[in-house]
C-alpha cells in the first residue's frame, strides 16, 4: 500500500490462439468436396442416363450393319459420303444453321441496344414482350407458322395480294421453303440472344462510356471500342451454344416441310429420323446424327480456349 491507493496486479496477457493444424482444414476442404459431390449425383445421374450413355450408345450403333449384327467400322459413314442425297444434307444443313445463328445475333445485339436505352419500367414491359415466342414451345409456334405459309389459306400470301403481289409457294419451292425453316428459326431463338446480350450490356461499368466521350468517342467508335470489346466473351458462348443446338434441331423442319420438297429443306435432325426410324436402318441413321460431332466439339474447344485466355486477360 502507497499513498492509501492499492497497487494492482497486472492483467494476464492473453492467451494466443492455437492456429488450426493444416491436417484438420485437409480433412475440412475434403469432407465439404465429398458433401458437394453428394448432392451433385443426381444431376449427374440424369445427365449420364440421358446424355452420355445415348451418345456412346449411338457411336457405337453407327459401326454396325443394317442388322446390327456385324461390326463395320467407319462404313456408314463413307457411305453417306457417296451418297448425293446426303451431300445435299450436309450443305442445307450448313446453311440452316450458319444463316439462322448469324441472323439471331444480329437481331439479338439490336433488340438487345434498344430495350438497354429503354427506362427501367417501359424495358421490363417490352423485354416480357419479346420473350413470348421463346417461352412458346417450338413446335406450337412452328405449327403456326405453317398455317401461315400454307398454301390455301395462309395469311402472309393474303397481305401480298393486298397490296398487289403475287401470292408465294412458301413450303412449294426449294428456295422459299429454305428462307421459310430459317425465318421460322430465327423468329424462335433470336429473344435467346436479346437476353443474353441484354445481361451483357448491363455489366459494361459506365465509366468506360464516360471516359470514351471525354476522349471524343463517336457512338460508333463506342459501340465498336468498349461495348464489343467488353461483349466478346458472352457473344462468343451464344454463338457457340446456339449452332450446336440449332446443327441440331429438328421439330421445325419436320413440322412445316418435313424434309421436302423433293429433300431439298432435310437437315441432320430430319434426315436422321427418316433413314433411321422410318427406314429402318438404325445404325445409317446414327451414323447421320454423329457426323457432325468432331467438327462441332473441335469448335467448341478453340471457342472456349479463347473465351478462357480473355478472362484471364481481364482478370489480370
Known amino acids: ?82 451418297r448425293e442425297t446426303f451431300q445435299l444434307v450436309i450443305m442445307q444443313s450448313v446453311i440452316f444453321a450458319v444463316g439462322a445463328v448469324v441472323a439471331k445475333a444480329l437481331i439479338g445485339f439490336i433488340l438487345a441496344h434498344v430495350l438497354h436505352a429503354l427506362p427501367a419500367k417501359g424495358q421490363r414491359k417490352w423485354r416480357g414482350m419479346l420473350l413470348v415466342p421463346w417461352v412458346i414451345p417450338p413446335a406450337i409456334s412452328t405449327l403456326a407458322w405453317w398455317w401461315l405459309f400454307d398454301p390455301s389459306y395462309s395469311a402472309i400470301n393474303w397481305m401480298l395480294m393486298g397490296i398487289g403481289a403475287p401470292p408465294v409457294a412458301w413450303l412449294g419451292e426449294p428456295g422459299w421453303a429454305r428462307f421459310a425453316v430459317i425465318l421460322v428459326n430465327v423468329w424462335y431463338g433470336a429473344p435467346f440472344f436479346m437476353i443474353m446480350y441484354l445481361a451483357a450490356l448491363k455489366s459494361v461499368p459506365d465509366q468506360l462510356y464516360e471516359a470514351a466521350a471525354i476522349d471524343g468517342a463517336t457512338g460508333w467508335q463506342k459501340l465498336r471500342y468498349v461495348t464489343v470489346p467488353m461483349m466478346k466473351n458472352i457473344i462468343a458462348i451464344t454463338v457457340l451454344f446456339s449452332l450446336i443446338v440449332t446443327f441440331a434441331n429438328f421439330d421445325i423442319v419436320r413440322i412445316l416441310t418435313n424434309g421436302g420438297p423433293q429433300d431439298r429443306t432435310h437437315i441432320f435432325g430430319t434426315y436422321a429420323f427418316q433413314v433411321g426410324i422410318q427406314s429402318g436402318d438404325i445404325p445409317l441413321g446414327a451414323a447421320v446424327s454423329l457426323f457432325m460431332f468432331p467438327v462441332l466439339a473441335l469448335l467448341a474447344v478453340f471457342v472456349l480456349r479463347d473465351v478462357t485466355r480473355r478472362s484471364r486477360e481481364m482478370a489480370g
Not at 497486472?10 to 458433401?35: E, I, K, Q, Y
Not at 457405337?60 to 449384327?69: A, F, G, I, V
Request: hydrophobic share 55%; no cysteine; proline share 9%.
Open 1 to 82: 500500500m502507497a499513498d492509501g491507493n492499492v497497487l494492482a496486479a497486472p492483467a494476464p496477457a492473453p492467451a494466443a490462439v492455437a492456429p488450426a493444424r493444416p491436417g484438420a482444414l485437409r480433412r475440412l476442404a475434403r469432407r465439404r468436396s465429398t458433401l458437394a459431390f453428394v448432392l451433385t449425383v443426381p444431376l449427374l445421374t440424369v445427365i449420364g442416363g440421358l446424355v452420355v450413355w445415348p451418345f456412346f450408345y449411338a457411336i457405337y450403333l453407327s459401326m454396325l450393319n443394317k442388322r446390327m449384327t456385324r461390326f463395320v467400322g467407319l462404313d456408314n459413314f463413307a457411305f453417306l459420303l457417296s
